[in-house]
């Protein structure tokens, strides 16, 4: 019956009974009086919704009448299965494929479809193209009888015994999911006897998926690795690609010497290169005990003059522990899988509303800050610098009355505590302070009523303080650093204004003579300075009554020469600075007045360049910085 004709029977007034739950609920009658209208409302939606769904049937049934879809679930099984019989049977194939001495009878069309290599083959206008005889060279007569049962049944069986041979079949007939079936094979299968193999295969084959995979197993399981017999076979390249890596999982260096003396020893004779292999072993993070024990008397290394100033590199570094900032390279550079990490740490400063207290730290690999223990008192001003044994001493500033301080304090990163050492001889702040030979020196400043030309050194094997020869001008703000042994006081202020000056004076510790060197180029007081491969940076500061500037220069030691470098992205003036990793971080500064600075940016020498690399918990100036070893459980997080 029509859909109308169906509406049409109920008439006008007939109104189809209400579902019997809700009335058993209560619900009144439809025909009740109250619900009429109500009623007749849902009639006539019921009615449209059920016209739209015949028309729509209707519709259905007119368009199945007509077309009809099947798809055989069971087809392409079907398919490839006779296709399979007809290669048994000989039939229809059109091209014999010979490897070795065995001949294989298949259909061009069928290998074309599953190998681009056959396609090509058999479509390209090669010699092979009309050949009835087709010879392959580079494959096994059983991987190909293996992979052409791939062809035609989608089946194969991996195993450990053909997984290798079977790989490099499928990568040379370009049969991807056969190759990819046997990485995941040989991932699955992966362990400390075969990691280094798979890893080198798979480079061989271009398996970049399990490359990266083994290799990674490689770097997490060395120590367990070294123990078997793969270890020495590999070549001196991928000896040096292994220990060279930041990942390799180690409990000390001195397992990785050991390993790679272990692989010299069942060489037929040592390499004249094994001074590259040593480059990449890294000997300054030996204990100094080892180095004499172990490395100087290793005779690989004692007869190599490449490898014996490398070791003296190693010594240096332990004899000079206050110089390590200035010698960065890989070899000094500690494994992720140490349980320290590098940072910079941020003590004190002021913003426009407060003197801080706070010591917090930021690590450039995870671009997080963390907190320390927090200074005694609350600081500006003030001077920091830390030393080779990895301990920071502050000294001086300015208390929040304004007063000038004479306290020092030391932080050891082992307690996480700060240490109130013996007190300076005079207030200072806006000083400059610079470790200079295992001693800290304290220049200049300002002690509550006038400039100072004074300059003391404390000597922290007997907590005291000594006089040394006053610089040749008095100023405040100046910064100051140690290169080579000698102390370099660059620019500062000299009259009430703040204007900064280009002098810099030189301390000599082995005249005890301040003598000048080339100006800088520009006027400066209130910048920040450090030394970054040989080179003295100086960093912003307040130039000349004009502004805060963003100008960067360095001086050359050698040539006694200054020369601009790339500029800040900000300009800054009484910035923190720390050199790590072979580049230069600047913190916070003041651009101008009552304006500070909460940005990081990163001077990269290499490329002369500058980047916005983070942000501080909150703006500040008069702030130190340094960077700093500590565990990597020390600290506790802190919101940016």
Known sequence: MAASQRVLAWGDQAVPRA????????????????????????VAREVRERREEEVLEEAREENEGEEFIFKGGTHPDVVLAGLNQLRKENTFTDVRIQVDQTEFPVHKCVLSSFSPYFKAMFTAGLAETGQDLVTLNGVE??????????AYTGNININKHNVQNLLSAANLLEVLPVRDACCQFLDRNMDETNCLGIHCFAEVHSCTELMHKAKTFVLKHFQEIIEGDEFVTITEAKLIEIISSDDLEV????????????????????????????EHIRLPLLTPYFIHDVVERTSAVSESSECRALVEEARLYHLLPDRRSSVCCERT??????GTAQVIVSVGGEDDKVVL??????????RLWKTLACLPFAVSKHGLVVSGQGKMYMAGGEYPDGSASRAVWRYD????????MADMRVPRSELGLAMLDGCV?????????????????????????????????????????????????TGGAILEDGDGIELVQKYDTKTWRWTEVSGMLIPRSGSAACVLNGYIYVVGGWHASTENTNKVERYDVARNVWEFVACMAERRYRPGVATLGGKMYVLGGEEGWDRYHDTIECYDPATDSWNVVGDMPSSRSWLS???????KDLGKDKLV
């Open 625 to 631: 910085a340094v960077a700093l070893t500590i565990r």
């Open 19 to 42: 579902p019997r739950q809700e009335r058993a609920n209560g619900a009144p009658h439809p025909n009740h009086p109250a619900n009429q209208g109500a009623a007749q409302g849902r």
């Open 357 to 366: 207290r706070s010591v917090e730290f930021w690590d450039p690999a995870t």
């Open 333 to 338: 550079r500690a494994r992720r899988s140490a």
């Open 413 to 420: 990163p082992v307690l996480n505590a700060w240490q109130e």
């Open 141 to 150: 007569a059983s991987m190909m009888a293996g992979l052409i049962e791939y």
């Open 251 to 278: 409990d000390k260096e001195e397992t990785v010497f050991h390993a790679c003396i272990k692989w010299l020893g069942v060489q037929q004779r040592v390499p004249k290169s094994f001074h590259k292999v040593l």
């Open 441 to 489: 020196y304290a220049v200049g400043g300002w002690e509550g009523t006038s400039r100072l030309d004074s300059v003391e050194r404390y000597d922290p094997e007997t907590n005291t303080w000594s006089d040394v020869p006053s610089l040749k001008m008095a100023v405040t703000s100046p910064a100051v650093v140690a290169c080579d042994g000698a102390l370099y006081v």
